[in-house]
């Protein structure tokens, strides 16, 4: 029988680490999930499978404690999801967003290079990183012009990933993802932001939602797919770096006229611009070009843009009903 592979998720309790958590169960790996200490139990995203994995303290701004839990369990593969994700909050904690989103995988990659050199290493690059875009659409070759401390940040962790690779030859690899929602988004984003408002309204427990740029155009795709793309990254002979999104972009305004329209309501009636939500520099339009890893890893996103509101809008109906 081939021996169970063990894979350390940093960034478990998180949106896609609960996703790809379930994946990699699925396909019988022994899960380390790395976390960082909380006055509260973090546990909502992965209640369900929380007693099916191992929990590891550790904290991407502090190399001991990541140092120790590398050196201990010597994974077979290492994704690294954590990272101060909110784009907005960058700008009030650049530093903040600087140690983990970028110095924090340096931390995590000097941990594998000294304790497990032959794991195999996935860091979640953004498509922030091309900020103000220099090509539509933009694929693994299109320059970097990131628009916040956030995008700054994720552009460090990008290339210190492929100097990793290149200066010590580790299999480390970077998915350069666009947006991805699911019913487990943060609530602060602007799909979640929009299909909870949604249900609020359609509840009678709200009666209007406050928006920042409606013009701003996503690439937007289900979180579910893309983890099984991280996953292939790590499965192939050699390493490299892929851009996972769907080609297919909307507008917030669509977002918008979507999710009401999920309940037979008109988002005029309810949406207000407020100033408070727009961004010290936007990032205008972002379009992803998959062909590279349809191409080389088969995947392709399964859920389109409709479904993924939808599903979302119905699950924060169901959520909000059950109190
Ligand atoms: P989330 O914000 O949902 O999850 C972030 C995770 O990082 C949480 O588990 C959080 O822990 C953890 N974390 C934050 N700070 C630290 C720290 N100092 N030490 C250890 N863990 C920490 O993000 P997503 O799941 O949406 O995204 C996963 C990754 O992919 C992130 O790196 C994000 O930047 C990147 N990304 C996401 C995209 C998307 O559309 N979702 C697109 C492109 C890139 P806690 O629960 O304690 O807060
Ligand atoms: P983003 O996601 O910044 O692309 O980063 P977010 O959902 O926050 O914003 C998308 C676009 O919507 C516009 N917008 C609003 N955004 C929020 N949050 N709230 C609002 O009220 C609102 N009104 C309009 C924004 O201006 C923006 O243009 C996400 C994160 O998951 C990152 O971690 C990840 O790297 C990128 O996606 C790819």
Request: hydrophobic share 35%.
């Amino acid at each position: 029988m081939a021996k169970q592979r063990k894979a350390l998720i940093t960034g478990i309790t998180g949106q896609d680490g609960s996703y790809l958590c379930e994946l990699l169960l699925s396909k019988n790996y022994e899960i380390y999930g790395m976390v960082r200490r909380a006055s509260h139990v973090p546990f909502e995203r992965i209640k369900g499978i929380v007693d099916r994995i191992h929990i590891l303290d550790a904290d991407l701004t502090d190399q001991t404690s990541i140092d120790d839990i590398v050196s201990s369990v010597k994974p077979d593969e290492i994704y690294n999801l954590a990272a101060q994700s909110f784009v907005p909050t960058s700008w009030n904690q650049p530093l903040l967003t600087g140690e983990v989103t970028a110095l924090g995988v340096t931390r995590l990659l000097n941990a594998m290079r000294r304790h497990a050199p032959k794991s195999r290493f996935y860091q979640a690059s953004s498509s922030e990183m091309f900020g103000k875009v220099l090509e539509v659409p933009q694929k693994e070759t299109t320059p970097f012009y990131p628009r916040s401390p956030y995008g700054v940040s994720k552009v460090y962790g990008h290339y210190i990933t492929i100097n990793y690779r290149e200066s010590y030859g580790l299999y480390a690899v970077s998915g350069i993802c666009f947006n991805h929602e699911s019913p487990r988004r943060g609530l602060e984003f602007v799909t979640r932001k929009v299909t909870h408002g949604t249900a609020r309204i359609k509840l009678g427990l709200a009666d209007e939602l406050p928006m920042g740029n409606l013009k701003a155009k996503r690439d937007w795709g289900f979180a579910g797919d893309y983890v099984e793309a991280m996953w292939l990254m790590l499965q192939q002979k050699e390493p490299d770096d892929y851009v996972l999104a769907t080609g297919e972009i909307h507008t917030v305004e669509e977002l918008l006229k979507t999710s009401f329209a999920a309940v037979d309501l008109d988002w005029r009636k309810y949406v207000r611009v407020d100033k408070r939500f727009l961004r010290p520099a936007e990032v205008d339009l972002l379009c992803g070009d998959p062909t590279k890893a349809k191409r080389k890893l088969g995947w392709k996103p399964k859920v389109n843009f409709k479904q993924l509101i939808d599903m979302m809008v119905e699950s924060d109906l169901e959520q909000l009903r059950k109190g």
